[in-house]
């Protein structure tokens, strides 16, 4: 073993300049796996110390309409039963606000009431370091988005119009808890005492309002909460949802993000450990010689082997650490104002990137190196008699060609080893993008993309083997270079078709994406969402959407749209009595969005049934078209009634026809 080391360290001291893109290989791969997984790990583990925040509470109760008293009362039971150290209630709802004097410009907000107690867990900060306190929303006080007052014109300590009673504004808020990053909103927010928000006209019959319940609950009782809260109350449209599953969703979301970009780091590896194979190929070619004359003085085929190897693995370490730390500058470099969005929570370096970093970048150096170093095994001392002329190029020559010749030979020990290598590199793509499925799909099609490029470049130097003869010089001595012994006319080829192969598929990918999306916005999907429309305003809507167009544009259709529930069906092959009874049907009990309207447009037909005529949706009974998946999925036929939950509002209707308006 002392001697092992000795070569190592001499073979490391004399070969080190050779070896240099062996570093530069490796040190890339591995700082693309670590930057990727560390940021991503950053992000989760600091976004999962935010679970809480991101609902205020520890167990979030909620209804879309106000508590009825039999289920409120049922509901308090079952809190008083479970380990509830504090709770605290609100009212969400969109609205529109105006400044009460001066500009008369209205703005839809989403407007929030809370309690004292507001919130559990984060903290609501406003601008200029001004301390939060609940006394500033009691006696009708706002707090509001800073860009709410650039709308409305006004600043703080103005006066604003919800509901039809007058708020003053005493803050601006900077960050709020309980509320999501980056979701669809309706406008800004404005916070209110909930005692006020009540006084309002906005909780009347019809409005739609979000009624939440804010609990503080021991940790040993927050899943079974949860899952009894939404198992008791399913049927009276009463959810509850943890923390928990806000931190689960946060965490599959980006383990998926963490595992698809690490398996990018991976096939950069990949790409090195190409470069390994071949800087190893011909290191080894190089160095005939000297393990002929190791054999001579005594060196067994294993001594040589094994300090091959240890120079192999203790230059993959260095050269992955030397990627661990173009990762830390490359972190270092990212602007804070990019992780802004994420409340600027802090990332770096993480140990177990690092970890994964090194231990891929050692495995793929290894297993890269190891088929081509077993030609060490064929290296006989009897080599340095067939160059024993004196000329150095003569034995080496003699050397290679006698290498070469039981190169041709079948050598079943690589032809396993590769195997294994090949195996075991499927399953460090696995462990990369966190599927056997996937890393087993990707190293499929990465060989088949290698054998295919690898069979190119043998097909293309054949081709033009012909200019050899070419009357050019510098294009003849081109083309011979190419086929001269040691050349990597092939590995280069090979490198370089990957490479580009991988770069235009992720472009590829991206571009596909994009254009799937767009295309999925564009079939009958709508422009623009305009809220809360009343029948009386729809007319001057329109014009002003008239007035606003471009030229030559078609003219804007205005196609009103609300939410229900289907909660019974009577009919001949299907009885839902109740909305129990239709939960379990399945996606039978979601919210659909409706529409009314009497006439069909130019992309819609009917496929059973008959079509109403205009004038007729004013007779004293309803009429209800379905579209013909949900007679298909759900076996309800035309005469069929339905009965609909509208913002609170049961209607009844028969189905007139199959289709995809509800009416």
């Known amino acids: 073993m002392t001697f092992v080391l000795k070569m190592v360290a001499r073979e490391l001291r004399a070969s080190w300049r050779r070896l240099l893109f062996f570093f530069i290989c490796v040190a890339i791969g591995v700082a693309a796996i670590v930057t990727l997984r560390s940021i991503i790990q950053s992000l989760r583990t600091g976004l999962m110390r935010e679970a809480r925040a991101t609902i205020a509470s520890d167990v979030l109760v909620q209804s879309n309409r106000p508590w009825v008293p039999d289920v409120r009362a049922e509901l308090e039971q079952q809190l008083a039963s479970a380990p509830v150290e504090a709770r605290s209630e609100s009212i969400e709802t969109a609205t529109m606000v105006r400044a009460e004097a001066g500009n008369p410009v209205t703005r839809m907000v989403e407007l929030r009431g809370v309690e004292a107690s507001y919130p559990f867990y984060g903290t609501l900060v406003l601008q200029n370091g001004q301390p939060y306190s609940h006394a500033l929303l009691e006696g009708a006080g706002a707090l509001v988005r800073p860009e709410l007052l650039t709308q409305l014109g006004v600043s703080v300590g103005a006066r604003i119009l919800v509901g039809g009673r007058s708020f003053t504004i005493r803050g601006v808020i900077d960050q709020e808890p309980g509320r999501r990053v980056g979701g669809f909103t309706l406008g800004s927010r404005v916070l209110v005492d909930l005692a006020d928000l009540r006084q309002t006209d906005l909780l009347a019959f019809g409005s739609r309002a979000n009624y939440q319940l804010l609990l503080k609950v021991r940790s040993d009782g927050v899943d079974r909460l949860t899952r009894d809260v939404r198992e008791r109350f399913r049927d009276r449209f009463v959810s509850a949802r943890s923390y928990r599953s806000t931190e689960d969703q946060i965490g599959e979301s980006l383990q998926r993000a963490e595992n698809f970009l690490s398996l990018v780091g991976f096939i950069i590896v990949v790409l090195g450990g190409i470069g390994v194979w071949s800087v190893t190929r011909v290191f080894v070619r190089q160095k005939i010689k000297s393990v002929a004359i190791l054999k001579c003085i005594g060196a067994s085929t294993g001594q040589v082997l094994a300090t091959y190897v240890f120079q192999v693995a203790l230059l993959s370490i260095a050269g992955s650490l030397i990627g661990v730390g173009l990762a830390a500058a490359a972190i270092r470099s990212i602007p804070p104002s990019l992780t802004e969005s994420f409340g600027g929570l802090p990332y770096g370096l993480t140990l177990s990137a690092v970890l994964q970093g090194l231990t891929v970048g050692l495995l793929v150096s290894v297993l890269f190196a190891l088929v081509p170093l077993l030609d060490v095994r064929r290296i006989k001392p009897l080599l340095l008699i067939r160059g024993a002329d004196g000329s150095v190029g003569a034995m080496t020559s003699s050397a290679g060609g006698g290498l070469r010749a039981r190169l041709r030979r079948a050598d079943w020990l690589q032809i396993v080893l590769a195997l294994a290598v090949g195996s075991v590199l499927v399953g460090v793509a696995s462990w990369q993008a966190g599927s ?57 080829l090979l490198a370089v078709g990957l490479g580009s192969f991988f770069v235009l598929g992720v472009r590829a990918l991206q571009s596909n994406l994009v254009a799937e999306f767009s295309v999925g916005m564009d079939r009958g999907g709508a422009d623009m969402f305009i809220i809360d429309v009343q029948r009386d305003q729809a007319e001057g809507v329109e014009a002003l959407l008239r007035e606003r167009q471009d030229r030559g544009a078609s003219p804007a259709r205005l196609v009103p749209v609300l939410r229900a529930r289907v909660t019974a069906v009577k009919g001949r092959d299907v009885n839902l009595e109740n909305f129990s009874d239709v939960r379990g049907r399945g996606s039978l009990a979601r919210e659909y969005t409706i529409t009314y309207r009497d006439h069909l447009e130019s992309n819609e037909h009917i496929v059973q049934g008959a079509f109403w005529k205009a004038g007729d949706n004013q007779a004293a009974q309803s009429e209800v078209s379905i579209e013909e998946g949900i007679h298909e999925r759900f076996n309800i036929q035309v005469g069929d009634e339905m009965r609909f939950d509208i913002l609170g509002r049961q209607l009844f209707a028969p189905i007139q026809n199959f289709f995809a308006i509800l009416i």
């Open 436 to 492: 056997w499925r996937a890393g087993a799909a990707v190293s499929v099609g990465f060989a088949v993309v290698a054998a295919v490029l690898y069979l190119a470049a043998f097909v293309l130097i054949r081709m033009i083997m012909p200019l050899a003869s070419a009357p050019w010089f510098p294009l003849r001595h081109a083309v011979i270079s190419l086929r001269r012994p040691g050349n990597q006319t092939r590995v280069i």
